[in-house]
């Protein structure tokens, strides 16, 4: 990876300097930084003279509220293009769906869709997802704004980005627009297929969470199965010592007194752990670091693999006296919080609260109140370890996640319930009834498991890739991908080239 120039470094320094807060927001941070790492690495964004011109942003005139064609305020939605290897205006689109962060130009230039653009002669399409990164619209993000954010508004933008863009770009109307995305954005890809099937030819769905839930306890066992897997450098022992550490760290934080304080010096909290709520919150950050390690194995950019998580918890022993699992842990934390530019870990719920109410679009943040948002009125997706067998902590519960769509929303606990599903009936859940969409899936990610990851149908496909983690398939060709990652990749070229067989022939009966 060559050398980053200082204005890509210092956004970096700027998104994750400003501490963390909730167990949830320091996953998303992990996301983030992991997205970015992968999509500036030998973006051409190192100073060689070869270096590739990066895309420009462009901005597209959006409704506000597409439902209401009385409402005329509208917003700039943000979008990159890369036409490098755009063949003919027959060729196809490769619209590539932005989810819950903010888009950059590596969308359109590194991993796929852009990977696979040369081989189709694609024109490649970045659309950033309405509310976030600089999508904001005007007046910020309080409750009258949020109404207009939801899936169905997202899934609005892509039908009027592909008929806008599609007359920008000359596109010609044989072309087959194929959408692409990973995570929640992956769930959009395959529900813009499934509504608007007369403007999407199809969709490559990767790691999209397809099921809403509200209690997602099903996280935390693939997490434990993960983290037993000998393939990924997992083991029984390093299950074992998983739930010895915080077993450790829950006893310390019951201590109470000079046992908690130390705690908070060897974990590098930022405040005290004095109140309950506080507790409860470090004890979801922990599990939050040990499943970032699990949902993005093996990924450039990831600070712990599982592999080196289970060496650091299961072989930082050599000190009888000591308990090691904690200390394995405890220095996870520390390679962690390195890794991701934090001075120190905050646990403080009421900061956690504070920051989520702000309305203030933030330009650096990750879109955490958005987020939290879309989960309390349309997914829930909240993890939890409160079953028998979960090797974490049961702090915190199902309850404290919905508190926080009260404190933060004032939404009441029964409409996120409701809101799931309802988004489960809308969608149709696990089984979309969509046509032409390949779902792709690693079986070591905590994700899969509210996804489609066995054939539905001849046109509803799904890929598991061993070992894979999440979003795997998308993450930039590298020369340690695993043989299953490789296969996994090529299944997707082989799906791709049977819709582009499809829509020739298709093309050749519309014009008989
Ligand atoms: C539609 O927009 C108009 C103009 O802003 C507004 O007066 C009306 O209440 C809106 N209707 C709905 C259903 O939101
Ligand atoms: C658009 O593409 C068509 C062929 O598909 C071509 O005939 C026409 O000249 C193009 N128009 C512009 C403005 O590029
Ligand atoms: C073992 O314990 C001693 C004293 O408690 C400490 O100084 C030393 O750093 C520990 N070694 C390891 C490998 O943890």
Redesign the pocket.
Known sequence: MGVWPSRWLGLLLLVFLWGSSSPASLLRRLREHIQQFQESSGLGLSLSPEAVALPKEKWLEQPLDPFNASDGRSFLQRYWVNDQYWASQDGPVFLHLGGEGSLGPGSVMRGHPAALAPTWGALVIGLEHRFYGLSIPPGGLDMAQLRFLSSRHALADVVSARLALSRLFNVSSSSPWICFGGSYAGSLAAWARLKFPHLIFASVASSAPLRAVLDFSEYNEVVSRSLSTPAIGGSRECLAATSAAFAEVERRLRAGGAARAALRAELGACGSLDAVEDRAELLGALQALVGGAVQYDGQAGAPLSVRRLCGLLVGAG??C??PAPY?GLRRAVQVFTHSLGQRCLSFSRAEAVAQLRVTEPQVFGVGDRQWLYQTCTEFGFYVTCEVPRCPFSQLPALPSHLELCEQVFGLPTSSVAQAVAQTNSYYGGQTPGATQVLFVNGDTDPWHVLSVTGNLGPSETAILIPSGSHCLDMAPEKPSDSPSLHQGRQNISQQLQTWFRLAKESQVRVAV
């Open positions: 050599g000190n006296s000591r200390h």
